[in-house]
């Protein structure tokens, strides 16, 4: 198992209150899989993402990654592994605002580099970051500022971003969620041409669609995980999904 | 390596950290500025002291002054002949001086000196005005005027040996621009028996008459007199001589006794010539000293040997003895040396001492230039010290400013420190960016600033002549409140490197509360929302 959470628990202090947003959440992912976890918003799919990302620390429960404990991972190694064995899509695509197109998805590859180890490298990141850039389709626009690119467009620079360092996993965060159904339908498209290839995708969303390509589908419900099955009475779900 | 890019692309994509920039700028442009300029006039101060005086003064620091001067000429010329160059007495009184042409009158400090010898221990002539262009000519013995006239050629001219010794300023002259000018106006004119000249603002001013040059008498003493004591200030250093060379000029003195009472006789009035004036570029004594010599002023002051009532007579007095040094004799030893030697002498000569006589040498100090400028140029350097005290608390001001730019990227930034961070940047790789950041500003600042400030000192004198034409209330450097004619204009290599260099530690550590932020943005928090 490339990717495993077990009986993660997790709960955000509101104040006086707490709300326990995953109870007993266990996950696993294998390599070359394409998972879609299925689930209402607020629902706690994004706390568990940045879980398994190392973005975030579970209360209780661990998460490994090739065996290895995560959560108990020091920060440079932590760092290392959200470098070198993650990528990550937000629906918000989160690109910065000063770079360029190319500059932007050479990131991940600057963070890792010393300014020594990066004048030698450098023209190699620039190879992968155009290579993927063209991929994904826009090989034309490298030198644009992510302001001057369409929300599908920034969308498909994010996803170059989240590969470049050809990541074990890739952890894609409602990465539809802000565009209209036909442009998410080609981002889709996107991640499932990777997937095809091979790369191992962890996504969330609350959108029922997206789950079609999914090898396996997952569905988070009070702060648990379990198998999505299609007999299931869809009205509920969808019902929780329009609720705010 | 994404910080020094990070760095780069916030410096010149963020106009808020051109704002930065001008504040570390200003800061050491105006610390650069108020260093140069209070360690310049240090300097300037130092230097002239040191032409002021020679390098040791015995002197009493009583107007009387003390006796036996010339034996402990003696005795030194004996006993340290390695370490003394020259000897020559001074004395110091007060006097009312008066230009008979147009009876004015001021209050001056007299010094009498031995002209010849008084050159050689310090920079005295150097800064004498006819002496310059007429060398050779400046006396303070007993001597004629100079009358300008027509030669056996019909022409214009001085007498032969000014008109000598104006050929051997001119043999000696580089400047080709300023024979030209010499060429073009040798002298201005007073006609004879006037001594006021006929056009204002005269650098050589000579009475002339219709015969032949020569010079005129009754023979009296010279006067040599500070250049700001009689004559204004014109712009670009020249001064108003409206008087002719070997003008008639009264000096008024009151002798006393030894024991530092009047003598009971009137004042003495002593007739004089005007020889030359002298700049020493130190405003106090330009405007208050006057030169003349010293056997005629010793002897006027009663301070020559005067018979007693018990049929001897008193021993000749002095106000100070000024030495020079042989060259590469330390200078503390040296006053060392002569104090030891001094103390030996008033032994030797103890036994027939009268009271007077020794009350007189009780007050007498060995001083070396330094000392006696020392309260002067300490309180100049305790100014210094306080006023870059006072901008470097301001530039204070300019970190904390730095500090709230800096604080208000992150705050802006917090999100693409989220996303960074969930690119995999550390906590201090995220905080290094708005070091590298902040070195950056420094950099540039303090590059902008040393040469901001470097520009404004070296054209400090002209800014102050422009802002003075819009306004004479902007001239904020006045001769007469800093002692010097000009502003220092020179900026210290040193001083720069120190300035700049604090101003980049500075800003760096202005950056360290911003940073330690950043560092502290939780990537969760960060990235949830758009
Ligand atoms: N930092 C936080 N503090 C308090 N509550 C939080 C915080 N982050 C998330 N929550 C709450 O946890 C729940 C799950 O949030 P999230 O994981 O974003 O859900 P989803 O991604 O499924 O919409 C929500 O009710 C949200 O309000
Ligand atoms: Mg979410």
């Known amino acids: 198992m490339l990717l495993r959470a077990r009986n993660i628990f997790k709960t955000y202090a509101m104040g006086r209150t707490e709300v326990p947003v995953l109870r007993n959440a266990s996950v696993s992912a294998e390599k070359g899989e394409f998972l879609v976890i299925l689930g209402a918003s607020g629902s706690g799919k994004s706390t568990l993402l940045h879980i398994l990302g190392a973005l975030d620390t579970p209360d209780r429960g661990t998460v490994e990654f090739d065996g290895e404990s995560v959560t108990l991972l020091p920060a440079a190694r932590r760092n290392h592994y959200r470098n070198q064995k993650i990528g990550f899509v937000f629906q918000f695509y989160h690109l910065l605002p000063e770079f360029t197109v190319l500059e932007n998805v050479m990131m991940p590859r600057m963070i890792s580099q010393s300014v020594i180890s990066w004048i030698t490298t450098r023209r190699k990141a620039r190879r992968d970051a155009q290579a993927l850039l063209e991929r994904v389709g826009l090989a034309d626009r490298v030198l644009h500022r992510p302001k001057e690119l369409s929300g599908g467009e920034r969308q498909r620079v994010a996803i170059a971003r989240a590969l470049v360092n050809r990541p074990a996993i890739l952890l894609a965060d409602e990465p539809t969620g802000n565009l209209d159904s036909k442009i998410g339908e080609e981002i889709l498209r996107l991640l499932v041409s990777f997937s095809d290839e091979g790369q191992t995708i962890v996504m969330v969303t609350h959108d029922l669609q997206l789950a079609s390509h999914a090898h396996r589908r997952l569905l988070l419900e009070d702060g648990a995980l379990r198998e999505y099955r299609e007999s299931r009475p869809s009205t509920h779900f969808a019902a929780k999904e329009v609720a705010p | 390596m994404y910080k020094w890019f990070f760095a780069w692309r916030y410096l010149h994509t963020k106009l808020i950290a051109l704002f930065g920039v001008a504040s570390v700028t200003l800061c050491v442009a105006m610390v650069l500025v108020v260093l140069s300029v209070m360690g310049g006039f240090l300097d300037t101060l130092r230097e002239r002291s040191r032409g002021l005086h020679s390098e040791i003064v015995v002197e009493s620091g009583s107007i009387q002054g003390f006796p036996y001067y010339q034996q402990f000429e003696a005795y030194l010329n004996k006993h340290l002949p390695n370490v003394i160059k020259t000897t020559t007495p001074a004395i110091y009184s007060y006097g009312i001086v008066r230009v008979r042409a147009t009876a004015y009158t001021r209050p001056c400090r007299v010094l009498g000196i031995r002209l010849s010898d008084y050159i050689q221990v310090n920079e005295f002539g150097n800064g004498l005005h006819y002496e310059g262009f007429y060398p050779g000519t400046t006396k303070l013995g007993a001597q004629g005027m100079p009358l300008a006239g027509f030669n056996e050629t019909n022409r214009l001219a001085l007498p032969p040996d000014h008109e000598q010794a104006s050929a051997v300023w001119r043999k000696k002259q580089s400047d080709l621009a300023a024979i030209d000018e010499y060429d073009a106006r040798p002298f201005e004119t007073a006609p004879f028996p006037k001594e006021l000249a006929v056009t204002s603002g005269g650098s050589r001013v ?44 009264s000096l008024t003195l009151m002798p006393l006794s030894q024991t530092g009472s009047p003598t009971g006789e009137p004042p003495v009035k002593l007739p004089l010539r005007y020889v030359d004036d002298s700049h020493t570029g130190i405003f106090e004594i330009d405007d208050l000293c006057i030169y003349v010599d010293f056997d005629m002023v010793q002897h006027k002051l009663g301070m020559d040997p005067q018979p007693r009532v018990d049929g001897g007579t008193t021993a000749a007095r002095t106000n100070q003895l000024l030495i020079s040094l042989q060259p590469g004799v330390g200078l503390y030893e040296s006053k060392a040396g002569i104090t030891d030697a001094w103390n030996e002498f008033i032994l030797e000569i103890d036994r027939n001492l009268s009271a007077a006589d020794a009350q007189s040498l009780s007050f007498v100090k060995v001083h070396t230039w330094e000392d006696l400028q020392r309260p002067f140029i300490n309180a100049v350097e305790k100014e210094k010290v306080l006023v870059t005290f006072l901008f470097a608390l301001i530039s204070i001001v300019a970190i904390v400013l730095l500090g709230c730019i800096f604080y208000m990227i992150v705050e802006k930034k917090t999100r693409d420190i989220g996303t960074l961070k ?17 070195l950056v500003v420094g950099i540039s600042g303090s590059v902008l600033g040393t040469l901001v400030g470097s520009l404004f000192v070296w054209n400090i004198n002209g800014i102050q002549d422009f802002l003075a034409s819009l306004n004479p209330q902007l001239r904020v450097w006045s001769p007469e409140v800093y002692s010097f004619d000009k502003i220092p204009e020179v900026v210290k290599t040193a001083d720069a490197i120190w300035v700049a260099s604090i101003a980049v530690v500075a800003s760096v550590i202005g950056s360290f509360i911003p940073a330690a932020l950043a560092g502290r943005v939780w990537p969760v928090q960060a990235l949830r929302y758009e």
Do not use: C, K, T, W
């Open chain 2, 206 to 249: 000579f009475s002339m008459h219709f015969e032949s040059p020569r010079y005129e008498g009754p023979e009296r003493y010279g006067v040599i007199i500070g250049s700001d004591l009689l004559f204004d200030r014109l712009s670009g250093g020249r001064f108003d001589r409206y008087l002719a060379r070997g003008a008639n000029i």
């Open chain 2, 422 to 438: 969930a690119l995999g940047a550390s906590s201090g790789g995220v905080a290094s960016i708005f070091i590298s950041y902040a």
